[in-house]
Structure formats: C-alpha cells, structure tokens
C-alpha cells in the first residue's frame, strides 16, 4: 500500500489521525487504497468517538472499494467513494460520547461498525457497538461484528435452525461461514459443511458433523435433503439448491458472486424471491443488520464459549491493501484482522 503518511495541514490546528485513504474505485487494492493522514472525526450529540485498536476486511471491503457492482453505488458513492475508505469494523475504546448519548463513558472497550472505520479514530452511533467480550482481543474482537450478525441472522433469524434440523452451510470456512458453522452446532442442529481440501479439518473443529470438499464431490448429488441451505459461497442454480430441501425447507443466500459488474450475481437472490411463493420452500436472501442487540448476543454466545472468532492473519493498518489481497486471492480460514498500536 503506497505510503503518503505525511500531515495534512488544518485550519485551527485540528489534529490528524493515521488512516487508509481511497480517492477513486478500483479492483485492485494495490493501486487505490494508500496510508495518509486525515483530521480526526468530530461526533454529534448523538454520537461516540472510539480510538480503533483493530479492525478487519471482509468481503463487502472489495465491493465498497471496487464500487462493484454498480448496485452498491447508491451507498457507496456514484461516480467515486462517498468515504474516505470501506473499513466498516471495529474495536477499540471510547474517546469522547456526546452530550446526548448514555450507556457508554471515555474509557470503555468496546466493538461494533462505523463507516471509515481503517483509521485511528472512528465516529459512530451508539446503538452500532456493545462492550467487548472480555476474553477477546481487540484484534479477535474486530473480526466478529459484520461477519457474525450475518451469520447470526442468516442461521437463527432466516433458515429457522434448531435442534435436530438438517443444515447445509456452503463456503463454510470463510469469515461468515465459520460463525454459521459454530451456531448451527450451538443451536442443536446437525450440519454439513462444505470447504475445500485444506479447510476440511478446520471446519469439523468448529463443530461440523460431516464435511464435504467441494473440489472433489458435488455436494447436492447425494440423498440427503436439509431443512436449511445457508449459501455462503458458490453459485448453483436455485433448481439444484431447491432440489435438496425438504419439503418445507428454507434456503437463505447470503452470498455467491459473479463478474457481472451490474448485479454481480444478486439476480440470483432476486429470483429467488420470486420464485419462492410458487414451491412450498422459503427461499430468499439475506440483508443483514448491524445492531447493538445483535452484538450483545454475540457477546454472551462468546462469553459462554459456545462462539469463537477463527483469526487466519493479523495485519498492520498500513498493510491493508495486502490483506484485501489475500481475501481476493482465497485460501484465508476465518477472518483477517488489522490492528492499530495503542495510543
């Protein structure tokens, strides 16, 4: 990541911060995302300050980098990005709250979402973040928000999933695969994971009953039907993926991209609506929420030890082009962190 780490000059001597900074949209995070320095947020009244001391890349850092495809625009900016970068996780401490928020003081560690979240400081809203877990670092801690509320909703909330309940998780390895897989195993059910060779072991230590690899079976040829499909990863056709529901199945995709640079695969989910009053199955998408509600379950689900972040690689700050790199490039096993140093 190309280094421009020099201070920007402020009028009345606002102070900076170290961040990631992109000015235009791009594919390749080496030639659009570079270390500079900005000025610190302010907060409203409604607002809290956080000194970030982690944060993490997921896969909706490359759509809000890339501006692809081009139905992430309305939020991530028309004709070149909105924010200073696509860092949406978090964890860190308090600075500063405003004069109307409760509930959090200087001082607290804490973890959730804000926007431009790849810099020393970060300005978001209160009911975006939740005390940290305890036995979590922050590095570990900012692994968990975007990744395992979509996995918490797509797991609990959409596919229904309960003791006994037959589940298929596909790319069940990946950042929000891994938290599937550990909540499906928590919630009773019994669930069949797919991955790739080297990911196999990985993914029945997080507690799949069986394992599937993908490379080498299809992995709906078989008998089996399940009571939930969770489609993380792949594009299968919504025949074959009805095809191995049970009768009154749930499928929820909440992933499975092309190269389409206009729905970049989205149309599958959209068909999938559609076609879902028509079957006797629930089959549908996933657009997840970030709340406090949901981090605080996560929270307890942590602190009980039933949940766990799977951290392939922690990263420098000024390293982040390198880690959206090897997100691109496959082979990562849970989650990529990226940390900041004390202040």
């Known amino acids: ?37 900005l000025p610190r947020p302010g907060i409203g009244p409604d607002q809290v300050l956080v000194r970030v001391r982690a944060s993490s890349v997921d896969r909706g850092t490359w759509h809000m980098m890339a501006g692809l495809p081009y139905a992430v625009r309305p939020v991530s900016g028309v004709r070149r990005p909105r924010l200073p970068n696509p860092g949406r996780n978090l964890a860190g401490v308090v600075e500063a709250v405003g004069s109307g928020v409760t509930g959090f003081a200087p001082g607290d560690e804490i973890y959730g979402t804000a926007a431009s979240a790849f810099a020393e400081y970060a300005a978001t809203a209160p009911e975006r973040i939740a005390p940290k877990p305890a036995g979590l670092t922050f590095e570990e801690a900012a692994t968990v928000p975007v990744s395992a509320l979509t996995a918490l909703q797509a797991v609990r909330d959409k596919g229904g999933v309960r003791e006994g309940r037959q589940v298929l998780i596909t790319g069940a390895a990946g950042g929000v695969g ?38 080498r079976e299809d992995f709906l040829a078989g008998p089996r039907r399940y009571d939930a499909i969770i489609d993380i990863a792949g594009n299968r056709g919504l025949r074959d993926l009805r095809r191995a529901l049970t009768p009154r199945g749930r499928l929820v995709i909440t992933g499975g991209e092309t190269d389409g640079r206009w729905l970049g695969g989205t149309d599958r989910q959209l068909r999938a609506r559609l076609l879902s009053p028509f079957t006797g199955r629930h089959l549908g998408a996933l657009i997840s929420s970030e709340h406090a509600d949901g981090l605080r379950d996560l929270t307890a689900r942590i602190d009980a030890g039933t949940l766990s972040p799977v951290v392939d690689r922690v990263y420098p700050l000024t390293e982040t082009a390198a880690a959206v790199r090897r997100l691109l490039d496959g082979g990562v096993t849970g989650k990529l962190a990226l940390t900041l140093p004390d202040a």
């Open 1 to 37: 990541m190309r280094n421009t780490n020099e201070p920007v000059a402020t009028a009345g001597g606002t102070r900076t911060m170290a961040a990631v900074v992109q000015e235009r949209y791009g594919a390749e995070p080496e030639a659009v995302l570079h270390a500079a320095r």
């Open 178 to 215: 891994s938290f599937a897989v550990q909540l499906a195993h928590a919630f009773g059910a019994r669930v069949t994971a797919v991955a790739s060779t080297p990911k196999l072991d990985a993914v029945r230590a997080l507690g799949a009953d069986h394992v599937i690899d993908y490379t």
